[in-house]
């Protein structure tokens, strides 16, 4: 039964609660500055996979303050008096404000088993933060009331080239994405970016899997880091959860000169988990300019099923209190 008169989406900062927040998450990382962030979700008061978060989030920061200096002017520049690596400084403020966030959800919003969680670090010029306390970052966490319930397989669209900065997951990637969005045609749900040579590399907010054969013979192709994409949280999960039900891992962009040979595909991210792909369509091969499409022969197929489950055992459940310890 809904809290009476308690908001089901709210915005915190640092820590405490700032207002009602009746925005989408794509809204929310536009109207503030750019930094990194993640995307996660709780269950009934669990933060999923939060070091793998956390270890992201620090990663994102260092690389966005060597990439684009002026994201976190005011942080580099308390390092620098301290004199030492800003990834290292900055793990604790995260994770301290975050659970502090988090914390205060169940106070201020409506009860829920399960709530999606948007966390985003910027520079704190404007925060009048005491450099005494630690590096000056703002840390905003959107929290909104989420319901998981099972997805149809989807069609993906092949458009566009890699994203710049892949390595961080920086905010400034939502505005970028824009343009191809607004090109993906009606009924694809998610667009998939490719290298210059037609190699099939993520999503715009997934990563991207297809399986090669069927039965012992199949084994799980996606595009390594190296060659530009994000190391989603729920990736690296899915490699763990092949390489432990024994599916050969080949990390590699998919391409489609070996369409024939994919029996199944799926898209990861940590919202989604895995959802299954029933068609990829290609307008225009960059190889051989021509079109192509492939319809999966098993679009819920047995290999992404048994991935499901199995990253369900290597995934890790943090409570409030313990994620900043």
């Known amino acids: 039964m809904a809290e009476k008169g308690k908001p089901k989406c709210g915005l915190f900062r640092n820590g405490t609660f700032v207002e009602e927040a009746e925005l989408s998450p794509q809204k929310f990382l536009l109207d503030f500055p750019k930094g990194a962030y993640t995307t996660l979700l709780s269950r009934d008061g669990k933060v999923v996979d939060w070091e793998l978060h956390l270890q992201r989030l620090n990663r994102s920061v260092a690389l966005l303050a060597q990439e684009t200096p002026q994201a976190y002017e005011h942080c580099l520049q308390w390092a620098q008096n301290k004199d030492a690596a800003l990834e290292v400084l900055v793990n604790s403020k995260i994770s301290s404000h975050a659970e502090k966030s988090l914390e205060a959800c169940n106070n ?3 009860k829920c088993s399960v709530r999606m969680i948007v966390i985003l670090v910027v520079d704190g010029a404007d925060a009048n933060l005491d450099a005494a306390k630690g590096p000056p970052l703002d840390v905003l966490v959107y929290a909104k009331n989420f319901e998981e319930f099972p997805k149809p397989p989807c069609d993906v669209y092949v458009l566009g080239g890699p994203r710049s900065i892949h ?3 920086h905010s400034q990637w939502v505005l970028d994405r824009r ?3 607004s090109l993906k045609p009606e009924g694809f749900h998610e667009v998939i970016l490719s290298t210059d040579n037609g190699g099939l590399l993520e999503g715009l907010v997934t990563n991207f899997f297809v399986v090669a054969g069927t039965g012992k013979e199949a084994k799980l192709i996606t595009a390594s880091i190296s060659d530009g994409v994000l190391g989603g949280t729920m990736r690296k999960r899915v490699i763990q959860g092949a390489i432990s039900l024994g599916v050969p891992v080949v990390e ?30 290609c307008p225009k091969d960059k190889t051989s300019m021509t079109d192509w499409e492939r319809i999966l022969p098993s679009p819920e197929g047995p ?4 991935l ?9 459940m943090a409570f409030m209190d313990d994620m900043s310890s």
């Open 108 to 110: 201020f919003l409506e």
């Open 167 to 169: 390595e961080a997951k």
């Open 179 to 181: 343009p191809l969005e």
């Open 252 to 281: 590699t962009p998919p391409r489609s000169d070996e369409i024939d040979t994919w029996s199944e595909a799926f898209l990861t991210n940590s919202v989604i988990g895995i959802r299954s792909v029933r068609r990829i369509v």
């Open 303 to 306: 290999v992404a099923a048994a």
């Open 308 to 316: 499901a489950d199995e990253v369900l055992s290597h995934q890790t």
